[in-house]
């Protein structure tokens, strides 16, 4: 034997399988909180009913379900549900806005402000980034006022960093003011 061990063969495969469930149950766990905010029985919300079957359907167990809805209509007292828009700097000095939902604001800075130390980001106070962007009330997002134009390296690395952010409990969206290519 050349030190292979069949043991560590099957941890290595689950524990990756178990990393992207995990991610995949974050992702459920977070959009059946959102929906059950306007109404806790899926039933009578038909939102919450399509992300419910969405969860049974990624063999999420029922425990983890209940309790996101119970968290997400207020039965729970795991604090109250706030949405918050987060205004920093990425690679380069491009303009973000994160938009999240979150019960503990300081977690979830704390998460988003580390993955930005790392890429190359900052933090910023508030109104920093927000004159770059307006927001659009019928889509329910930010757009860009003023397109910054990066090269090639700086725009991988912002979409690197944007795929990370979204990876973060509790954020819905992350807009920049990168320009179109």
């Not at 990425?90 to 790392?118: F, H, K, W």
């Not at 509790?170 to 290519?181: P, Q």
Request: aromatic fraction near 6%; include cysteine.
């Amino acid at each position: 034997m050349s030190g292979h061990s069949k043991w560590n063969n099957i941890k290595n495969k689950k524990g990756a399988e178990d990393a992207k469930r995990a991610q995949v149950f974050t992702q459920l766990v977070k959009n059946i909180r959102i929906a059950a905010k306007s109404g806790g029985d899926p039933n009578a919300n038909p939102v919450l009913r399509g992300w419910v079957d969405k969860a049974k359907e990624a063999n999420m167990p029922k425990d983890k379900i209940q309790r996101a809805i119970d968290i997400g209509s207020g039965k729970l007292n795991a604090g109250t549900m706030q949405e918050i828009n987060y205004e920093c700097f990425g690679p380069g000095g491009v303009g973000m806005i994160i938009m999240a939902v979150t019960d503990n604001t300081n977690r979830t800075s704390g998460e988003l402000r580390a993955i930005l130390t790392r890429a190359g980001g900052s933090m910023g106070g508030p109104g920093c980034a927000a004159y770059m962007f307006t927001f659009d009330k019928e889509k329910q997002e930010f757009q860009t006022t003023m397109p910054m134009p990066v090269d090639d390296a700086t725009r991988e690395q912002i979409e690197d960093l944007i795929e990370k952010l979204s990876e973060v409990e509790g954020v819905e969206g992350v807009y920049t003011n990168l320009a179109e290519t």
